[in-house]
Protein backbone atom coordinates (compact mmCIF):
# COMPACT_ATOMS: atom_id res chain seq x y z
CA UNK A 1 0.00 0.00 0.00
CA UNK A 2 1.31 3.67 -0.87
CA UNK A 3 0.99 6.96 0.65
CA UNK A 4 1.21 10.16 1.31
CA UNK A 5 2.26 12.24 3.90
CA UNK A 6 2.09 15.37 5.22
CA UNK A 7 2.22 17.06 8.54
CA UNK A 8 -1.39 15.65 10.48
CA UNK A 9 -2.52 14.08 6.98
CA UNK A 10 -2.28 10.99 5.60
CA UNK A 11 -3.71 9.42 2.83
CA UNK A 12 -2.85 5.79 1.63
CA UNK A 13 -3.81 4.06 -2.11
CA UNK A 14 -3.94 0.50 -3.08
CA UNK A 15 -6.48 -2.27 -2.20
CA UNK A 16 -8.72 -0.79 0.50
CA UNK A 17 -9.53 -4.35 1.99
CA UNK A 18 -5.94 -5.17 2.46
CA UNK A 19 -5.72 -2.22 4.73
CA UNK A 20 -5.32 -3.12 8.61
CA UNK A 21 -5.70 -2.10 11.62
CA UNK A 22 -2.14 -1.69 12.17
CA UNK A 23 -2.10 1.25 9.40
CA UNK A 24 -5.17 2.99 11.68
CA UNK A 25 -3.81 2.19 15.04
CA UNK A 26 -2.77 6.17 15.38
CA UNK A 27 -5.94 7.49 13.46
CA UNK A 28 -8.55 9.79 15.09
CA UNK A 29 -10.95 10.24 12.42
CA UNK A 30 -12.01 8.69 8.99
CA UNK A 31 -13.58 11.07 6.37
CA UNK A 32 -15.36 9.18 3.82
CA UNK A 33 -16.56 11.73 1.04
CA UNK A 34 -18.29 9.71 -1.92
CA UNK A 35 -16.46 6.22 -1.77
CA UNK A 36 -19.84 4.42 -0.57
CA UNK A 37 -22.14 6.24 -3.22
CA UNK A 38 -19.27 3.96 -5.90
CA UNK A 39 -20.01 1.15 -4.89
CA UNK A 40 -22.86 -1.54 -4.67
CA UNK A 41 -25.32 -1.98 -1.77
CA UNK A 42 -23.16 -5.35 -1.10
CA UNK A 43 -20.37 -3.94 -1.43
CA UNK A 44 -21.22 -1.05 0.81
CA UNK A 45 -21.81 -3.66 3.68
CA UNK A 46 -18.76 -5.08 3.41
CA UNK A 47 -16.45 -1.49 3.20
CA UNK A 48 -18.41 -0.78 6.61
CA UNK A 49 -18.14 -3.88 8.33
CA UNK A 50 -14.12 -3.82 7.39
CA UNK A 51 -13.55 -0.22 8.57
CA UNK A 52 -15.41 -0.55 11.74
CA UNK A 53 -13.55 -3.93 12.45
CA UNK A 54 -9.63 -2.21 11.46
CA UNK A 55 -10.74 1.25 13.23
CA UNK A 56 -9.54 2.15 16.60
CA UNK A 57 -12.78 2.35 18.80
CA UNK A 58 -12.25 6.40 19.97
CA UNK A 59 -11.87 7.19 16.25
CA UNK A 60 -14.13 9.81 14.73
CA UNK A 61 -16.35 8.78 12.00
CA UNK A 62 -17.52 11.07 9.33
CA UNK A 63 -19.31 10.09 5.91
Do not use: E, Q, W
Amino acid sequence: MCGFFFKNIDIYCGNYFNLDANVLNHVSVVYDRTFLIALSLILRAKYAFHLYAIMPIDCGRYY
